[in-house]
Nanobody, 124 residues
Framework: QVQLVESGGGLVQSGGSLRLSCAAS????????MGWFRQAPGKEREFVAA????????YYSDSVKGRFTISRDNAKNTVYLQVNSLKPDDTAVYYC?????????????????WGQGTQVTVSS
């Protein structure tokens, strides 16, 4: 059973930055693809970024490409999401997820372990 704990969220002004972290335990982190998703109030949860088991392959949603960067440290069982140039539309609860497969994937159905989420609020 994989357990995921996100941290690093908070309140930031438009144009600001945050670094989200997700610490994993209880599973084979280094062989799993990892993803970040977000859910804004009144909206469905959406894909943000994904990274393969090795970190060699990354995917981003069009809305965050060029502003967000996903990375991982397999020695620390941690995945990160550097979020820059934040906009009010980025306000959401950000979730970390672990996939049962090694390849990076945008599909939420491929992720079988989820964290509790960390709130990111961007003020205008």
């Amino acid at each position: 059973q994989v357990q995921l704990v996100e941290s690093g969220g908070g309140l930031v002004q438009s144009g600001g930055s945050l670094r989200l972290s997700c610490a994993a335990s209880g599973g084979t982190f280094s062989s799993s693809a990892m993803g970040w998703f977000r859910q804004a109030p009144g909206k469905e949860r959406e894909f943000v970024a994904a990274i393969s088991w090795s970190g060699a392959i990354t995917y981003y949603s069009d809305s965050v490409k060029g502003r967000f960067t996903i990375s991982r440290d397999n020695a620390k069982n941690t995945v990160y999401l550097q979020v820059n140039s934040l906009k009010p539309d980025d306000t959401a609860v950000y979730y970390c997820a672990a996939s049962a497969v090694a390849r990076a994937t945008r599909d939420q159905e491929d992720y079988n372990f989820w964290g509790q989420g960390t709130q990111v609020t961007v003020s205008s």
